[in-house]
Nanobody
Framework: QVQLVESGGGLVQAGGSLRLSCAAS????????MGWFRHAPGKEREFVAA????????YYADSVKGRFTISRDNAKNTAYLQMNSLKPEDTAVYYC????????????????WGQGTQVTVSS
């Protein structure tokens, strides 16, 4: 089992920044690919970013490329999502997720999920 706890969400004005953190426990963190997904009201959950266990492979959704940066610190068992130049359309509940070994951009491939953290971007 892997337990994931997100933090760092909040209310920010358009153009601002937030950094989300995802603290993991329970299994060797380096063995798990990490993904960030978001779910906005009235929309389906969508992929945001993903990173392999070593950090050597990274994927981004087109909508966040150039604005968001995913990273991880395996010594701290934590993954991060740095979000810059935020837009109102980035408003959503953000979830981190873990998958054993193989990184994926598909939410159904992830076995472990955090509880989510709300990000609200005002215009």
């Amino acid at each position: 089992q892997v337990q994931l706890v997100e933090s760092g969400g909040g209310l920010v004005q358009a153009g601002g920044s937030l950094r989300l953190s995802c603290a993991a426990s329970g299994r060797p963190f380096r063995n798990f690919a990490m993904g960030w997904f978001r779910h906005a009201p009235g929309k389906e959950r969508e992929f945001v970013a993903a990173i392999s266990g070593t950090g050597s492979t990274i994927y981004y959704a087109d909508s966040v490329k150039g604005r968001f940066t995913i990273s991880r610190d395996n010594a701290k068992n934590t993954a991060y999502l740095q979000m810059n130049s935020l837009k109102p359309e980035d408003t959503a509940v953000y979830y981190c997720a873990a998958r054993f070994l193989v990184v994926s951009i598909t939410d159904l491939d992830y076995n472990y999920w955090g509880q989510g953290t709300q990000v609200t971007v005002s215009s």
